[in-house]
């Protein structure tokens, strides 16, 4: 494990924080629509800041083109113990007091409030292990669901204080997005999505990313980092541009 954050940069890192199905990344072109993949942890308060961002942009889009969202693994402590760790315990060893953390985490926090977010992270009782999560986002996508349970997991995560690693939660989350709860059980207790979701990570590293939010676009990589709406808008308006423009030659 090496996640230690580092609240002047708006994406997280293994060694920093707060700064697909069939075919990973890719997908076919389109001249009406952009498939936009984003690479998160869901324990990456970045992450969460960034997907209102991002929610806000597209809003702004919605008129002008599709912006078809997908939600990709990326996990920031590969090496967690499948149980987690105690927050406390896990902070302190990193930033020598529990007075550090509560400062370190501040910058951020505040940029969640001003998002219209809550940001509880006092609450937090784990740091756990995020990859039975990122398999219920795998699940979520086979019905449609990604954006609610990822939703549903930043809130349980930053807002509840609710332990990511804890299977009874994982299914309270997809439930609540609309996933069967007895589909969700079935998925934890078995081996499907395992090889997905770890081949959705090796192809985010693959392609240079190490830091998350990461926006990749039909398998290239654009930027990382929770950016403003309207920078994001930007991007996505231009990029449009020239998707239609090369489909009307």
Request: glycine fraction near 6%.
């Amino acid at each position: 494990m090496n996640l230690v954050p580092d609240f002047d940069h708006a994406a997280c890192a293994p060694d920093r924080c707060p700064a697909p199905v069939s075919q990973t990344f890719a997908t076919m072109p389109s001249a009406t629509r952009l498939v936009l993949d984003i690479v998160s942890d869901i324990i990456c308060p970045w992450c969460y800041v960034g997907k209102r961002r991002l929610d806000r942009a597209t809003a702004v889009l919605a008129s002008e083109f599709e912006v078809d969202v997908r939600w990709r693994a990326f996990q920031l402590n590969p090496g967690m113990p499948r149980g987690g760790m105690d927050r406390t315990d896990y902070t302190v060893r990193k930033f020598g007091s529990v007075a550090r953390t509560e400062q370190l985490y501040a910058n951020v926090a505040a940029h969640a409030v001003a998002e219209g977010l809550s940001f509880n992270v006092e609450r937090l009782p784990r740091v756990p292990n995020t990859f039975d999560a990122h398999r219920l986002i795998w699940l979520a996508e086979a019905f449609a669901r990604q954006d609610a349970v990822v939703d549903g997991l930043f809130a349980a995560y930053f807002v509840a204080g609710r332990d990511l690693g804890d299977p009874a939660v994982l299914v309270d989350v997809g439930q609540a997005a609309g996933l069967p709860a007895s589909e969700v059980a079935s998925l934890l207790a078995s081996e499907r999505g395992r090889a997905e979701v770890a081949t959705q990570e090796a192809t985010a590293r693959s392609l240079g990313i190490d830091g998350v939010p990461a926006f990749v676009l039909e398998g290239r990589y654009l930027f990382s980092g929770a950016q403003e709406p309207d920078t994001i808008v930007q991007m996505l308006r231009t990029l449009h541009a020239k998707r239609s423009a090369s489909a009307a030659d």
